[in-house]
Each structure stands twice: as C-alpha cells, then as structure tokens.
C-alpha cells in the first residue's frame, strides 16, 4: 500500500468508518480534501476507489441510533457455557440469530466463554432476553 492508501485510511479510521469523508454508501465525499493530501480532491478519490477495488475498503456503514428505533437500552452480558462439547456449541450458535435482541456475539478468554451485545426498548424488556432465552 502507497503513502497516499496509508493516509486515507487512517483518515477514515479516525473518523469511526468514513463519517467524514465518506458519508453514503456509494462511496467518498471529499467535499472538504484532507489536509495531508494539500486539498486534492481528485488524488483523495482516486485512492478511496483503489482501496475498494483492491478489496482493503470492502464497503460503508449506516451507523443508526438504537434510541431513534426504539431500543433504548443495551447490555453486554457475559455467558459461560456449562459443556464444551461440539453439539452444544453447534446448537448455541444456531440458536443465536433466532434471538432479535442479540446484536452482536463475541469469543472471550477468562472465566466466561461468550459476550453478548443485546438491546431492548426497557429495562424490562432486556431482563427478559437473558432467563427466558439464554
């Protein structure tokens, strides 16, 4: 990767995937050109688009407001399997899309196994997710 791959991406790092520079998901807004670029639109285009041919951009993100949904609530919950076999982790894991309220799973090291991101438009409601289906 040139100077130029290196410094819009860090560009768009900094600004939390592309708010900023790249605002739509057709692709770069250069509207105001990066000042390590001299102001370059063109040059800041031009690299924005190799980066996605090249695959090291593979695509933009609508960032929405939970609260503006109705999910006003949210809660990372650690989980501890109680068997580690492959059924039990297989059936975990098919289980896990079924359950609107998990947005996000991720695999950790310590005492628990698992953290999960849910949301909930209350307090109640997220009480609920994790007893019933957990």
């Given amino acids: 990767m040139d100077c130029l791959g290196r410094i819009l991406l860090r560009r768009i790092g900094a600004r939390h995937g592309c708010s900023g520079y790249c605002r739509s998901s057709a692709g770069c807004d250069f509207s105001s050109g990066p000042r390590e670029l001299g102001g370059h639109q063109h040059r800041a285009r031009a690299g924005c688009r190799q980066l996605e041919y090249a695959g090291v ?66 307090l109640d409601a997220l009480t609920g997710v994790a007893p019933k289906t957990l």
């Fill in 57 to 122: 951009i593979r695509g933009y993100t609508a960032i929405v407001d939970p609260v503006q949904v109705g999910l006003k609530v949210q809660a990372f919950v650690q989980v501890k399997l109680k068997r580690h076999t492959a059924e039990r982790i297989g059936g975990f894991q098919r289980e896990l899309p079924a359950i609107r309220e998990i947005i996000s799973c991720y695999a950790i090291s310590g005492a628990h196994d698992l953290m999960l991101q849910i949301v909930a438009p209350d």
